[in-house]
């Protein structure tokens, strides 16, 4: 079938009154977002408030592997785990590796603690979360996977910034800016919202420190492969990235198979042993 030159015009003329109309749309939608309502609908895309409500506390365990560059390939496998009740929190990354046996982070409701790679000594994550406690104190680390997640605790009642749609590796979410209303210092703290389904898919926490050069580091936690349980949707793929300008780059990677809610948890499991 052929087609005039008319009705090929007409048709271009659609296509680009179609995509600028949903363009428009999309822009006008994201100006009126308060924040109020993004946080709102991420929680609908979690699970109805009966179910969230359902849950006290949760067990998320699986496989993880880290990979330190630049240089030579330096990785290494073991395992992830993620338990909460209400706002308590046991972030673990743990390793075989002689020379680095992973992350430990808790927060018991009253203090952070964090564990060393060896002796008295801390990586450099370690020191990061031991300087920034917010990041468990506000139940940051491990974002929906947790009870603790900073937007289920409306108590909290941070201060929130909607700055509209933002491109992040090639695609487009909506960022909100987080500020806690105490003990949030430097850490500048943005999570990223998927603007068709609301999931949290990407939280970036910036710090610059300042000395004879500014240094920036970047902590990246990044959130896929969302599945259903027990009536919520959570993500089962974790990938965290520790950068320091690009001298450092450390990725860990979690990939969640068990998530058990409602298991009697000993509060010793939220302190880090020394």
């Known amino acids: 079938m052929k087609f005039s030159s008319k009705q090929l015009a007409y048709a271009a003329a659609s296509f680009v009154i179609l995509t600028g109309a949903s363009f428009m749309v999309r822009v006008n939608a994201a100006q009126k977002l308060k924040p109020e309502e993004l946080v ?12 969230r409500a ?27 785990a993620i338990i909460s009740e209400g706002s308590l929190l046991r972030f673990s990354l743990i390793f075989a590796a002689l020379n680095y046996p992973g992350e430990d982070f808790a927060f018991d409701g009253k203090k952070a603690t964090t564990g060393y790679v060896r002796p008295g000594v801390r990586s450099q994550l370690a020191g990061f979360v031991e ?60 999570m990223y919202f998927d603007p068709e389904t609301f999931r949290h898919m990407r939280t970036e ?10 240094t920036q580091i970047t902590i990246t936690e990044m959130f896929d492969t969302f599945d259903v349980a027990d009536g919520l949707t959570l993500p089962r793929k974790y990938t965290l990235r520790f950068a320091i300008e690009e001298n450092l780059m450390i990725d860990w990677e979690g990939a969640f198979e068990q998530i058990q809610h409602n298991q009697p948890i000993d509060p010793k499991t939220f302190i880090v042993q020394q």
């Open 54 to 80: 359902a849950i006290k506390s949760r067990i998320v365990k699986g496989v993880s592997t880290v990979l330190f560059r630049p240089g030579p390939e330096n990785k290494s496998t073991g395992n992830a």
């Open 131 to 190: 300087s920034n406690d917010v990041l468990m104190r506000e139940g940051f680390l491990g974002g929906a996977l947790s009870t603790a997640w900073a937007l289920l605790d409306p108590a909290r009642k941070p201060r929130l910034e909607y700055n509209g749609l933002k491109k992040k590796d090639g695609k487009e979410y909506h960022e909100m800016r987080y500020l806690a209303r105490r003990g949030g210092g430097d850490l500048r703290v943005f």
């Open 40 to 51: 709102e609908k991420h929680m609908a895309s979690i699970g109805t408030p009966e179910a």
């Open 205 to 214: 926490y910036r710090l610059i420190m300042m000395g004879k050069t500014e």
